[in-house]
Structures are given as C-alpha cells and as structure tokens.
C-alpha cells in the first residue's frame, strides 16, 4: 500500500517554514514591491533568522552544511515557501545549485562550503542573447593559454548575476565537440579583470530580484577553475537540473496554487453580489473546482516524481511532465483568482496581481513549455508511458 503520511519530523520542519513564511517573509512583500527591492536591514534580519531555524541549503547533504532533505521532504518544504513572493525567497536563500557538489579540492572551501552556509551568494550563467533553448550553441569561448582559462562572452537574464561573490559560468572551448565534451563550466569571481556586470534588466514580474547580463572580455582566470572535469558542464548541468525543476517550480507552484485558492476561497464566500455569496453560482464554483482538482494533481505529480528522484529512478521525463503542467496550472490558477475578484484582482491591494505576473516566467525559464512538450513527445515515443 502507498503510505503517504509525513513524518512527525518533517511536519515539525514544515510547520516551521509555514511558520517563517507567514510571520517573516510574507509582510515583506508589499514594501518590496513598491521599492524594487528588499529593503537592507530586513534582508540581513530575516536571512539569519533562516540560518539560525536551520533552513539555509536543506537541499544540500549534511556533510557539507546542508540540511540533507530527500527530494520529496525538500519539495514539501518548496510548497511552503511557494507561498511567498519567489523574489524574496531568491533573495533570503540565495541559489544553492547541487552541481556545486562537483567542486574539488580548494574549490570546496572558497566556493561550495560558504554558499551552504549562505555566506557567498553564486549565479548561474548559461544563457546568451544568441542561445537561449538551445543551450549548447552558446558562443561564449573559453581559450586555455598557459596557466589559464581567457573568457570571452556576454551572457544574459542571469538572477542574482548583480549581487553574486561568484559565477558559475558555461563557456565553449571545443566546437565541434560541444555538448559532447567541448562545454565546461568555470568558477569566476566578482572583480575578475575582464569580468563586469553590464546592466539590470527590468522584468515584468520578480521585484526585488535581479537579472542581469554579464560581459566577459579577455577574463583570465586560474585553469583550476574548471567545475568538475574539463567537457562535462553540460552533463553537470542536465544532471543536476530535476531536483530544482521538481522543487522549485513544481513544489512552489502547489504552494503558490494554495494561496490563490485560499484568496478565492474566502472571496467567494464572504462577497455578495445578487443578494447572495458569489461562491453560490456556478461560474466561479468551476473556477474554484477546476484551480483545487488541478493543485491536487500537480501536487501528486510533484511528490511522486520527488520519491522516483529519491530511488535514483530516471524520471526526467516525469520531471518535464511535471514542470510542464505545474507552470501552466499556476498560471491558469493565478488568472482565475483575478477573475473570482474581479475589479479588486486588478489592484495592488492584493497579491493576486503581483503572483500573476510573478508566475509567467515559469513558462520560461528551467526549460520553456515547448522545450519540455518536445522533451516527453520523444521520450513517450521513444519508450512509451511510464508513470
Ligand atoms: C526571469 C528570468 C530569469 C532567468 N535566469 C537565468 C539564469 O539565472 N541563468 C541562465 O543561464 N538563464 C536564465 N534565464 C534564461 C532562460 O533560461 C531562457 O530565457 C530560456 O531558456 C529561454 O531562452 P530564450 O529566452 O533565449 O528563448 P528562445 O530559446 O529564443 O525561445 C523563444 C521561443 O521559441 C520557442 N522555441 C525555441 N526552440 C524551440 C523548439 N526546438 N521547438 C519549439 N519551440 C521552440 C521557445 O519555446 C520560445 O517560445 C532567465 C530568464 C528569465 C526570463
């Protein structure tokens, strides 16, 4: 029999994350809206509530500081923290990538070790105005001479790329090769000669969070600042993409989901229009019907995916499945809880505004819609359905 409880453990975990979310991050979120950022002195005070509770890099094993979560705890403790603004969340806890596991020897103390502690803050920079969905064409060079790597490139939409200590950057040396061994990732500081954050790009949704582009100009750095083995930064990158497409866009979206439902939950049935609660015609019962039986099955998708992750099952199939229709409800969930408050969903009084256009990038980002359409069409004909 499939045994779905939580453990009292994790419970105890996750009504801690509830906990710091409602009292902590959520009364933020307005000041960070109007102002474009978070404001300093909260950041700094909610940051090291965060590390104090134990929730910095739960997704990280123990043995380097991590809280050591398995994939499915991590992806209920993700649900939780959907229920804040994604901006503040980025900001509070930085990206804790796992294929920083692939750093060695010094690389574990300069780079790994202080981002689990959140005391460094890293970016990851793949994507270029030129290569976007198809990845491997990237056109920043990476050019070994001597005892170093020289970068060249400009690479773009990178968040957290104005603030980072260090960037993780995936650069070409070998073009024929490039997926196939000629792309690897490098480790480069901020203040690297050569290396320069150009703009902040402003985005339609994420206040309060940057993504910027980044140029690379005749940036010498160490040849030891290869991330794991030289020609593998595209494997490291694949290989290490599901838990965050799991945890971050597919937990979050649930948790994101359930706010909007509680939004509408209350609306419908405390507005009175006709004479009678709104929650009483049909109309905006579907809404509420069709967002709930949706979060359930995302939720499902998420937890059930999460556990194959935990068995070393390949499911990354289930993973684009889940990033796929995660995204996609959350936007049809944000557009409905507009619509349940009609004139009210428009304002800025509410979230609801803020959340629909915050959730628009998931769409986008960690592998668009129709990446991951044509992703499950080949891996469904391929090997047929397996779920
Ligand atoms: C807010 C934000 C944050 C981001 N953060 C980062 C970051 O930290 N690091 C980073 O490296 N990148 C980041 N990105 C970049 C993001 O990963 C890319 O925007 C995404 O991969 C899509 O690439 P693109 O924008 O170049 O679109 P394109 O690849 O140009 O796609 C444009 C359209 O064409 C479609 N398309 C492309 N190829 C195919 C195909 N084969 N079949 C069908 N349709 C196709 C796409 O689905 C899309 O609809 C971020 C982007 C945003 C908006």
Redesign the pocket.
């Known amino acids: 029999m499939l045994d779905y409880s939580i453990p009292s453990e994790t419970q105890m975990l996750l009504d801690t994350v509830r906990r710091f979310v409602a009292q902590e991050v959520q009364p933020l979120e307005a000041e960070t809206e109007t102002l474009g950022h978070v404001p300093p002195e909260a950041l700094q005070r909610v940051r090291k509530q965060a590390q104090d509770l134990g929730l910095f890099a739960m997704n990280m094993p123990e043995d380097t500081g991590g809280g050591g979560l398995s994939h499915v705890d991590m992806c209920l403790v993700d649900e939780e923290l959907g229920k804040t603004s994604d901006a503040l969340i980025r900001r509070i806890f930085g990206?804790v990538y796992p294929m920083l596991l692939a750093c060695k020897g010094a690389q574990r103390e300069k780079y790994l070790l202080p981002t689990v502690r959140g005391e460094k803050i890293c970016?990851?920079?793949?994507?270029?105005?030129g290569?976007?969905?198809?990845?491997a064409a990237i056109s920043t060079t990476a050019t070994l001479d001597g005892d170093h790597w020289v970068l060249n490139g400009r690479?773009?939409?990178?968040?957290?790329?104005d603030i980072a200590d260090y960037v993780i950057v995936?650069a070409v040396h070998d073009k024929e090769k490039r997926a196939r061994g000629g792309i690897s990732l490098f480790l480069v500081d901020k203040g690297t000669p050569g290396f320069e954050v150009t703009s902040v790009q402003p985005?339609m949704?994420?206040r309060g969070y940057g993504?910027a582009e980044l140029v690379f100009e005749s940036c010498r750095i160490p040849a030891d600042s290869v991330m794991g083995e030289v020609g593998e930064g595209f494997k490291l990158i694949m290989s290490s993409v599901s838990g965050i497409r799991l945890a971050h866009i597919g937990a979050r979206a649930v948790g994101m989901g359930q706010r909007v439902l509680e939004l509408m939950r209350h609306h419908a049935n405390d507005r009175k229009q006709f004479g009678q609660p709104i929650g009483d015609f049909q109309m905006v019962q579907q809404m509420i019907a069709d967002s709930a039986t949706e979060l359930f099955a995302t939720r499902m998708m998420v937890l059930n995916t999460a556990w194959e992750l935990d068995q070393g099952i390949d499911c990354r199939d289930k993973v684009s499945m889940v990033k796929l229709y995660a995204s996609e409800m959350l936007g049809r969930v944000a557009d409905r809880g507009i619509q349940v408050f009609g004139g009210m969903g428009f304002t800025k009084e509410l979230p609801l505004e803020r959340i629909y256009r915050d959730c628009r990038?998931t769409r986008?980002?960690?592998?668009?819609?129709?990446?991951h359409?044509?992703l499950i069409a080949r891996s469904v004909m391929k090997r047929g359905l397996h779920i």
Do not use: C, L, N, W
């Not at 970016?123 to 105005?129: C, K």
């Not at 290569?131 to 990845?135: E, L, P, Q, R, V």
């Open positions: 990206q970016a990851m920079a793949i994507t270029e105005p290569a976007g969905s198809d990845a690479k773009h939409f990178i968040s957290d790329g995936m985005m949704g994420h993504h990038v986008i980002y960690d592998g668009t819609s129709e990446i359409r044509m």
